[in-house]
């Protein structure tokens, strides 16, 4: 069982056992206490004494500014988002039905506060998203390793991605699964 189920799980047999002696906040502390040491605590150790498990890189690529364009004249807080996706369509009558637009989810994603260009950049698996953590069963891979990827990036001038501006810049490229050492470079236009 997971650490934190374990945890919860010896704790309610504890507080149902001593019910007497011990109140409601109590348990609720103890077990808040449990859940935070559970969530910070480092990765376990391997038997030579390194971090497990490995950060993987996916995808390392560069992005660029179009010719005569520049974010000089921007000011701090600019972010740079890079995603990725499997670029092949997704099931296009549920697309239809559920309003994706036949696009397959981001598999990676990250922020980059306050880029300069010509900025490089790495996906690894610390930036896979939920739908890109997803494990194929009976494999130890994700669903859409060994496809080709759609890298997008997007220069986002307040930093918020939420928002749009017309000095926001963006940019895709190709990222093959036959050559996994490549750079992919994302040229970025307004």
């Not at 189920?5 to 906040?25: D, G, I, K, P, Y």
Request: glycine share 8%.
């Amino acid at each position: 069982a997971p650490p934190l189920l374990l945890r919860c799980l010896v704790l309610a047999t504890f507080a149902t056992a001593f019910s007497a002696s011990v109140n409601r906040r109590e348990f609720v502390v103890a077990g808040t206490t449990a859940s935070i040491a559970t969530i910070i605590s480092p990765p376990p150790a391997s038997a030579d004494g390194t971090q497990t498990p490995a950060v993987e890189t996916y995808v390392k690529g560069v992005a660029t500014l179009q010719a005569g364009l520049s974010t000089d004249e921007i000011g701090p807080g600019a972010a740079l988002y890079v995603t990725a996706r499997p670029n092949r369509p997704d099931n296009v009558p549920r697309a239809i039905l559920d309003g994706s637009r036949g696009k397959s989810p981001p598999v990676l994603s990250a922020r980059y506060a306050d880029p300069k260009f010509p900025y490089d950049f790495s996906l690894t698996s610390e930036n896979l998203t939920p739908e890109g953590a997803s494990i194929v069963e009976g494999s130890s891979s994700a669903w859409w390793q060994g496809e080709d990827l759609v890298v997008s990036c997007r220069f986002d001038s307040d930093g918020v991605a939420a928002t749009r501006d017309p000095t926001d810049l963006v940019g895709r490229a190709f990222y093959s699964s036959k050559d996994p050492k490549q750079s992919v470079t994302v040229e970025l236009e307004g």
